[in-house]
């Protein structure tokens, strides 16, 4: 079977609402009997006159009251529709359905639609006085249709047109009138957009929305972002095509930055007064004359004015660097590779645009390449691999095709084995643009980005280059974003659009020598490195060496280990994988990153003194620690069981211990590193010696997390204001000190153990916590506990909490005293999580948390009673109550919140899936939509949806007998009728294996 694109039409621009080609100018709606052969006949022939091609209805098409084909088609290919509105206009009632028509066809989609109210008042049509209203009672008698025709006509009446009624000048004077509005307006001619342009139908109206179109209140801009090639221009063209018609001038000014080099400023000006004024050979003298003329002459105007690849702040202010140089409801449009522009020329309507998806990937190739829509299968291949080369971007895919079109599957893999190696040239210049408008020091980091740290996270990357350069370069990895040379992703990933890389790496490569790399600057490519190693071809050019083997390739240097000798000016070392023959008899001292994978050698060198050094990271070495002196970062010093005195290192920054599950003290000198801002030691199982006395002035970040063995908290010596946020979840302490609220800035506590048996009181003294979340130990056996004992001594040390706003009181043992306590200490709580807690009813009192939305009461065994709830409540979620009385059950009935959780297990699964119903009218009617989540925690769309009356309560075991399952239902339907809706549609192969269902208590909520 042939490849084949799943376009329906030849051409994938011509949907109605993007279309810019059309038979006809003009389409009139009249009344035959009243103006035919008097002024619509006059209006029509002085439009021919004027050639601009008009449908009028001279042999009068319309045949009883259906608009036949050929009408229709008429109206549907018009640019602008005139509907001439006279006194007996109404009483058609296919005059009617045509103008329904036209303003479904026409209004809103680029064209324009203008009534002209011949001798007729326009509050008359708008408000269905005099004959309007007479037409209308007479067809309520006789159609079903009357209220689509009402809103029609008031709907036209409200658009900007024009009003003859004799006695106000001659009628052949307002003829030419509106043939001279009509040839201005159709004066704009469209612009070529692309001969195959895809992908558009959906990005144009998304930018057209920005416009605000509807809106005359000031000028509206707009920014369109993107690399190089991507499609800026094409999309600005398209929407100039769509919406010019809506303004008394437009200009679309193409390639400014390429005119403003070689012309200046002025030619702009003078380009932008011509194409919206008409006129040719405006005089201007000087740039600021022209900003003057601009805003006199254009001042009262509505226009659009599209400025196409703005590289300099100084081209937008000599064009349009005010809005009110501009008439109410114009439009400006700009297109640049540089969102920095568009912040400080104050645009905020902004829209990036990102490359073509696979499909539309696969369209423009097979085109450009086979001018068809059908390809033979064998070339299947190789459009898949120059489809995944080009990654999205157009010029790279038309390039492709054009240059492969006709050639067969030897030639495209040929080619495209070249195209991989080497950028083609056209590509790289169209993308070297923006990276020649880099100063110096961008370039380098670029560079740097583009070799060796793409995929990072954009902290590491920061902290890289800071070490890498001995100061900070947000600044400049700041602009390089602006420019949409790199951007982030998920997690704050930092990455490039794949051609962007390849160009980067190209530019580093220029100098390259085959035989000798070490005289590169930066050392990436693997094969390079291993050369340079093993041959000692080292030297003091190379700055940085990153070196990753492919994961596939189980490589090992083998090497004497002085090829490190000769790189004086090495700064950065960065090995991420692969094996060495030997350790390395030198390291250079200029060093100011070390990152070394299983580092060969218990030992650093002799000679290695490196002052300079900022992050060391060791991942997986299995040796103690190497003595330094000088260090701001340490991390991944996995095989460790002491931290010995670093009391030395005083850059210290960073200290990161996490999964050092054999770590068991750490030195007492740890707590007074002057300059250290993370200290991070989560998953040290077998810490249990922590200094007992710490004061760290920069802390930002204390990670004690999973250190199951450590039992108590250090003292806080002094007042530390920098931390933000402590993570000590999991561990063993049982209590906080009270010098706890020495970390009087601190944001964020995650805190909880097997020990936690107390509500520490001094969380009460945290003036800035808007986030606190404290597990217990299991509740089993301990109806009885008291763990809200500490919030009594909230009451001596300290007042009420503002800040906080998320409260997570999980398996702390809370009994029915902690809700007095709650709302008075808690008050502006937003969220609110007490699930596996001892507490027996939920007392009125907690209808004072004016501010929850979310509470959460789940796996509360004693839970009986339900006597209040917060009235802001959007959130509810009581699972697993098994003590609810059916009182309980009865408040809940009377609630309405918004969201629920179904769990749903089916069998033989061990994963939960979840299912979000969602209410519509109370709880009289529940949604469900089911969506599962596989192994990796991917959603899995479901093809079905529960409607189901009422509400249904499961039991918690796990059972496939109906009985089991009761059903409330003020419908009354049966058991048996709701439980098959539920096995039909929630389990569709029920029939193989028993239905399981675990869950819920309660109404709808539960």
Request: aromatic share 8%; glycine share 6%; proline share 4%.
């Amino acid at each position: 079977m042939a490849l084949q694109s799943t376009s329906s039409s030849a051409h994938p621009f011509s949907s109605s609402s993007i279309r810019y080609e059309w038979k006809y100018d003009v389409f009139i709606s009249f009344r035959g009997h009243d103006t035919r052969y008097g002024f619509t006949g006059n209006l029509y022939n002085t439009l021919l006159k004027k050639g601009i091609h008009t449908f009028f209805d001279a042999e009068e098409l319309q045949s009883g009251e259906e608009i036949t084909p050929a009408l229709l088609n008429a109206i549907q290919n018009s640019r602008i529709a005139i509907i001439v509105l006279s006194s007996k206009y109404a009483h058609s009632s296919f005059c009617l359905e045509e103008l329904v028509h036209i303003l479904d066809c026409i209004k809103g989609n680029g064209r324009l639609v203008l009534p002209i109210f011949y001798e007729v008042d326009p509050s008359d049509v708008r408000c269905l006085k005099e004959g309007f209203g007479e037409a209308m009672a007479k067809h309520e008698k006789r159609y079903n249709k009357v209220d689509k025709w009402k809103k029609a006509l008031h709907q036209v009446a409200n658009l900007s047109g024009y009003h003859f009624k004799h006695g106000d000048g001659y009628q052949h004077k307002f003829i030419e009138n509106i043939v001279e509005d009509i040839s201005r307006k159709i004066s704009h001619v469209p612009l070529p957009v692309a001969d195959f342009p895809v992908g558009l139908e959906s990005r144009v109206p998304q930018v057209i929305s920005l416009l605000e179109m509807e809106s005359t209140d000031g000028v509206h801009m707009v920014g369109i972002h993107g690399i190089g090639g991507i499609g800026k221009t094409t999309l600005a063209l398209a929407i100039y095509n769509v919406v010019a018609n809506n303004f008394e001038g437009v200009c679309f000014l193409e390639s400014v930055r390429e005119k403003s080099q070689k012309h200046g400023l002025m030619h702009l000006q003078k380009d932008l007064l011509c194409k919206i004024l008409g006129k040719e050979g405006v005089h201007i003298i000087g740039v600021n004359e022209g900003t003057s003329q601009i805003q006199c002459r254009l001042g009262q105007m509505k226009v659009l004015l599209v400025l196409d690849d703005v590289d300099d702040s100084k081209q937008l202010q000599a064009i349009a660097e005010e809005t009110d140089w501009f008439g109410g409801g114009s439009g400006v449009i700009i297109t640049t590779r540089d969102t920095h522009l568009l912040k400080l020329h104050g645009v905020e309507r902004t829209y990036y645009v990102q490359g073509l998806d696979r499909e539309d990937s696969f369209k423009l190739l097979i085109w450009k390449a086979f001018k068809t829509k059908t390809v033979c299968p064998s070339y299947a291949d190789v459009i898949n691999r120059a489809i995944t080369y080009a990654s999205g971007h157009p010029l790279a895919l038309e390039l492709i095709g054009s240059n492969l079109f006709g050639k067969e599957v030897q030639v495209w893999e040929s080619a495209l084995d070249q195209f991989e190696k080497h950028l083609d040239d056209k590509i790289h210049k169209i993308l070297r643009v923006s990276f020649d408008a880099l100063g110096r020091q961008e370039q380098s980091v670029f560079l740097d980005i583009a070799c060796c740290f793409k995929g990072h996270s954009l902290e590491k990357i920061t902290d890289l280059l800071q070490a890498h350069y001995g100061r900070s370069m947000k600044y400049h990895i700041e602009v390089l974003l602006e420019k949409s040379l790199i951007k982030t992703i998920q997690y704050d990933k930092v990455t490039m659009h794949d051609l962007i890389e390849d160009m980067g790496k190209e530019i580093d490569n220029l100098e390259k020598s085959a035989e000798m790399p070490g005289k590169l600057r930066r050392l990436w490519f693997y094969k390079d490195i291993v050369k340079v190693l093993e041959d000692n071809q080292g030297s003091s050019t190379i700055e940085i060496i990153y070196l990753e083997f492919p994961s596939f390739k189980d490589a090992e240097v083998k090497w004497d280990g002085t090829a490190f000798k000769e790189m004086k000016n090495l700064k950065t070392l960065i090995i991420k994988n692969g094996c060495f023959s030997k350790s390395p008899k030198h390291l250079p001292n200029s060093l100011r990153v070390l990152e070394w994978r299983k580092y060969p050698s218990e030992y650093f060198p002799p000679d290695f003194q490196p002052e300079m050094l900022c992050i060391l990271k060791l991942p997986d070495y299995v040796y103690p620690l190497p003595k330094l002196d000088s260090l701001s970062k340490a991390s991944k010093l996995v095989s460790l069981k002491e931290i010995p005195d670093l009391s030395g290192l005083h850059s210290l920054q960073e200290l990161s211990l996490e999964g050092c599950r054999n770590l068991v003290t750490v030195d007492n000198s740890v707590g007074f590193l002057p300059k250290l801002q993370i200290l991070n030691a989560y998953g040290c199982e077998e810490l249990s010696y922590f200094p007992p006395v710490i004061q760290l002035p920069s802390l930002e970040d204390l990670y004690l997390s999973g250190c199951s063995s450590l039992e108590y908290f250090p003292e806080i010596q002094q007042e530390m204001e920098n931390v933000k946020s402590l993570h000590l979840s999991n561990t063993g302490i049982k209590d906080l000190p009270f010098s706890f609220r020495n970390l009087s800035r601190l944001k964020s506590l995650y805190l909880g153990g097997e020990e936690m048996c107390k509500m520490p009181s001094v969380i009460g003294m945290m003036p800035q916590l808007s986030y606190c979340h404290v597990e217990g130990g299991d509740n089993e056996g301990r109806v009885s506990g008291k763990l809200e004992e500490g919030f009594q001594g909230m009451f001596t040390h300290s007042v009420p909490s503002q800040n906080l706003t998320s409260l997570f009181l999980e398996n702390t043992n809370l009994s029915n005293d902690f809700f007095p306590l709650a709302v008075a200490w808690f008050p502006n709580v937003e969220r609110l999580d007490l699930r596996g807690n001892n507490f027996t009813i939920l007392p009125e009192c907690i209808q004072q948390f004016c501010f929850l939305k979310d509470l959460r009461l789940k796996d509360c065994p004693h839970l009986r009673d339900i006597r209040g709830l917060p009235p802001n409540l959007e959130y509810l979620s009581i699972v697993n109550c098994k003590s609810l009385s059916p009182r309980a059950k009865r408040v809940l009935l009377n609630q309405t919140v918004d969201d629920i959780i179904i769990h749903v297990k089916p069998p033989g699964e061990k994963r939960w899936n979840h299912a979000l119903p969602h209410c519509e009218q109370g709880w009289n009617h529940v949604e469900v939509t089911y969506e599962g989540l596989d192994a990796w925690c991917e959603t899995i769309r479901s093809e079905f949806i529960v409607k189901e009356i009422g509400m249904h309560v499961v039991n918690e075991k796990d059972t496939s007998i109906v009985e089991d399952i009761r059903f409330t239902d003020p419908y009354k339907m049966t058991e048996l009728i709701v439980m098959m809706m539920m096995v039909s549609l929630v389990f569709p192969n029920h029939k193989k294996h028993p239905l399981l269902l675990v869950k819920v208590c309660g109404h709808c909520s539960v």
